[in-house]
């Protein structure tokens, strides 16, 4: 079954940048998408079809995907964006889709 | 705006039976895929089914493929899953999520609070 692997975890200080990235063996032609799940919370989409950010996300969060590999860029990163990053996309026939493990985001 | 409430969750007994309900609300339910995922204590995140609008096209992970099975109602803005043969690794949060579609597949922009499943004897 096809899998998207991330790095377990991530940590930076506030007003750094943080990359999170997410690596599959059909991201050259599928779309990857990023969801932020805080503590208890639901998640929450916060980059769609690789690079764009949905209304109400701060600019501070964009996307990229090149090859294999799919990164979340957080730029100046904030306390309050600390949360579990989970990838997403789907694999090359289009109709399995999956996430991949979680990078936990710590900001300190 | 848009609202997904999930319901029917609790504990049951491995080998037991469970049905989810989600209800959607602040946006034309037929025109949407939906979709469950689901979350094991903490653990990451794991897609379970979706269903077409029309609930024509169905898929489900293989982990629960024959056991599961969703469908929709649109006349009463609702999704389901039955949830037969469980077993205590199906324990988890599932969640309601509206799909959209993307260019080529689907995504979910809307995400309800899940409801609590534990198997347990």
């Known amino acids: 079954s096809y899998e998207l692997t991330q790095p377990p975890s991530v940590s930076v200080s506030p007003g750094q940048t943080a990359r999170i990235t997410c690596s599959g063996d059909a991201l050259p032609k599928k779309y990857a998408y990023w969801y932020q799940q805080k503590s208890g919370q639901a998640p929450v989409l916060v980059i769609y079809?690789?690079?764009k950010r949905p209304s109400g996300i701060p600019e501070r969060f964009s996307g990229s995907s090149s090859g294999t590999m799919a990164t979340l860029t957080i730029s100046g990163a904030q306390v309050e964006d600390e949360a579990d990053y989970y990838c997403?996309?789907?694999?090359?026939?289009?109709?399995?889709?999956?996430f991949g493990g979680g990078t936990k985001l710590t900001v300190l | 705006q848009v609202q997904l409430v999930e319901s029917g969750g609790g504990l049951v007994k491995p080998g037991g039976s469970l049905r989810l309900s989600c209800a959607a609300s602040g946006f034309t339910f037929s025109d949407y895929y939906m979709s469950w995922i689901r979350q094991a204590p903490g653990k990451g995140l794991e897609w379970v089914s979706y269903i077409s609008s029309s609930g024509s096209t169905i898929y489900y992970a293989d982990s629960v493929k024959g056991r599961f099975t969703i469908s929709r109602d649109n006349a009463k803005n609702s999704l389901y899953l039955q949830m037969n043969s469980l077993r205590a690794e199906d324990t988890a949060v599932y969640y309601c999520?509206?799909?959209?579609?993307?260019?080529?597949?689907?995504?979910?922009?809307?995400w309800g609070q899940g409801t609590l499943v534990t198997v347990s004897s």
């Open positions: 079809e690789d690079s």
């Open positions: 999520a509206r799909g959209s579609s993307g260019p080529d597949s689907i995504y979910f922009d809307y």
């Open positions: 997403y996309s789907t694999d090359s026939s289009g109709n399995h889709v999956v």
